[in-house]
């Protein structure tokens, strides 16, 4: 099973503020790494899949890079409404498997 | 318009049984892959099982294998989870959620609002 494991667990900023999240597989993923936003009580929202390519509707803000074993999103200025749960999941083998989040705070 | 209704969630006692439905529309359902996810209270997410739009491939998270069994109608738009010797560590929230893209193990684009399974005495 891959295990990714994200870091930091916590990461509190302002709005405004850039934020950069860390997702590392514990083998080679290729690209095959998607991101989810989650808000308290609502259901996952698909942000970047295939490590770099935005979902439908995703602001521009977000961004994702990476391949192999190491990957980043990236939030380029914090709005209101990306205070919440971010997910780093892995498509390369069964079992599927999602990292433990990164919490963004203000 | 994608849409996911999730149901069938509840209260069950330790050893029992459960059956959830995903009930799916704005999309053909009958050519993509579908999957369960789950949330336990305050936990991060885990994937469940995955079936493909056929029904023909499934795959099974090692802490389900044997005891669940995923399924799909694709003459209803539906697809199911039935949940067997049901543990206290299977209580979570369980999202049905659809793949982005017709032949691939995933992401998932669309995701249910979820429907809370509470497995106690």
């Known amino acids: 099973e891959i295990v990714l494991t994200q870091s930091p667990v916590t990461l509190p900023l302002s709005p405004g503020e850039r934020a950069t999240l860390s997702c590392r597989a514990s083998?080679?993923?290729?690209?095959?790494l998607a991101w989810y936003q989650q808000k308290p009580g609502q259901a996952p929202r698909l942000l970047i899949y295939?490590?770099?390519n935005r979902a439908t509707d995703i602001p521009a803000r977000f961004s994702g890079s990476g391949s192999g074993t190491d990957f980043t999103l990236t939030i380029s200025s914090l709005e209101p409404e990306d205070f919440a749960v971010y997910y780093c999941?892995?498509?390369?083998?069964?079992?599927?498997?999602f990292g433990g989040g990164t919490k963004v705070e203000i | 318009e994608v849409q996911l209704v999730e149901s069938g969630g509840g209260l069950v006692q330790p050893g029992g049984s459960l059956r959830l439905s995903c009930a799916a529309s704005?999309?053909?359902?009958?050519?993509?892959?579908m999957a369960w996810v789950r949330q336990a209270p305050g936990k991060g997410l885990e994937w469940v099982s995955r079936?493909?739009?056929?029904?023909?491939?499934?795959y099974y998270a090692d802490s389900v294998k044997g005891r669940f069994t995923i399924s799909r109608d694709n003459s209803k738009n539906t697809l199911y989870l039935h949940m067997n010797s049901l543990r206290a560590d299977d209580t979570a929230v369980y999202y049905c959620?659809?793949?982005?893209?017709?032949?691939?193990?995933?992401?998932?684009?669309?995701w249910g609002q979820g429907t809370l399974v509470t497995v106690s005495s």
């Open positions: 959620a659809k793949n982005l893209a017709v032949a691939s193990s995933g992401p998932f684009d669309y």
């Open positions: 704005g999309f053909t359902f009958n050519t993509y892959a």
């Open positions: 079936i493909s739009g056929s029904g023909g491939t499934i």
């Open positions: 083998q080679s993923v290729s690209s095959y």
């Open positions: 295939d490590a770099s």
């Open positions: 999941q892995q498509r390369s083998n069964w079992p599927l498997t």
